[in-house]
T-cell receptor, first 115, second 113 residues
Framework: AQSVTQLGSHVSVSEGALVLLRCNYSSSVPPYLFWYVQYPNQGLQLLLKYTSAATLVKGINGFEAEFKKSETSFHLTKPSAHMSDAAEYFCAVTKGSSNTGKLIFGQGTTLQVKP | SQTIHQWPATLVQPVGSPLSLECTVEGTSNPNLYWYRQAAGRGLQLLFYSVGIGQISSEVPQNLSASRPQDRQFILSSKKLLLSDSGFYLC????????????FGNGTRLTVT
């Protein structure tokens, strides 16, 4: 079975500071992992995905994430936070081994960026 | 490029009234389609998914149903809404492979009064 745990439901950083959002996963099969961002009253937008090609994955808006199998982690980082990064972020893992395309999502982390 | 349309954006309905939310995808063929619900503080819950016309799988027992009358059309329905059906409903599509991301619509905010 697969599961995702996002550590910290709320993270607050100052503008220009490092952003680190934590995600740990559990999977009985090789995982495919995703990060999404959601702005208020909008759908989820794909930030980046890990599909086993490279462990360090670069995404949109300056975000990147590193897949660490030994730590079962896929943490999201950005060197310098912008006010526009304030949003909710979701980590997700592919559910199961079949090709249904279903994802299991973490509970989300709300990122606050202070001026 | 592929686009996904979902409507209406907001909806206020009385308890016991019917519901129909529609989602359409453009620019791709034979996508997998999904309905998720997002309740405040409870993350995203997969309600239904479909791998083809007329093929619907329900993930959780509930007051809702889904239909896929055309390849790129996915409809979420209810005959009688409950207060607990309030939430943010998201439609999504993917190519259905394990490494395929989901692509989401902009959602419908449903308030049942």
């Amino acid at each position: 079975a697969q599961s995702v745990t996002q550590l910290g439901s709320h993270v607050s950083v100052s503008e220009g500071a490092l952003v680190l959002l934590r995600c740990n996963y559990s999977s009985s099969v090789p995982p495919y992992l995703f990060w999404y961002v959601q702005y208020p009253n909008q759908g989820l937008q794909l930030l980046l995905k890990y599909t086993s090609a490279a462990t360090l994955v670069k995404g949109i808006n300056g975000f990147e994430a590193e897949f660490k199998k030994s730590e079962t982690s896929f943490h999201l980082t950005k060197p310098s936070a912008h006010m526009s990064d304030a949003a909710e972020y979701f980590c997700a893992v592919t559910k199961g081994s079949s090709n249904t395309g279903k994802l299991i999502f973490g509970q989300g982390t709300t990122l606050q960026v202070k001026p | 490029s592929q686009t996904i349309h979902q409507w209406p954006a907001t909806l206020v309905q009385p308890v016991g009234s019917p519901l129909s939310l529609e989602c359409t995808v453009e620019g791709t063929s034979n996508p997998n389609l999904y309905w998720y619900r997002q309740a405040a503080g409870r993350g995203l819950q997969l309600l239904f998914y479909s791998v083809g016309i007329g093929q619907i799988s329900s993930e959780v027992p509930q007051n809702l149903s889904a239909s896929r009358p055309q390849d790129r059309q996915f409809i979420l329905s209810s005959k009688k809404l409950l207060l607990s059906d309030s939430g943010f409903y998201l439609c999504a599509w993917s190519m259905g492979q394990r490494n395929s991301p989901l692509h989401f619509g902009n959602g419908t905010r449903l308030t049942v009064t």
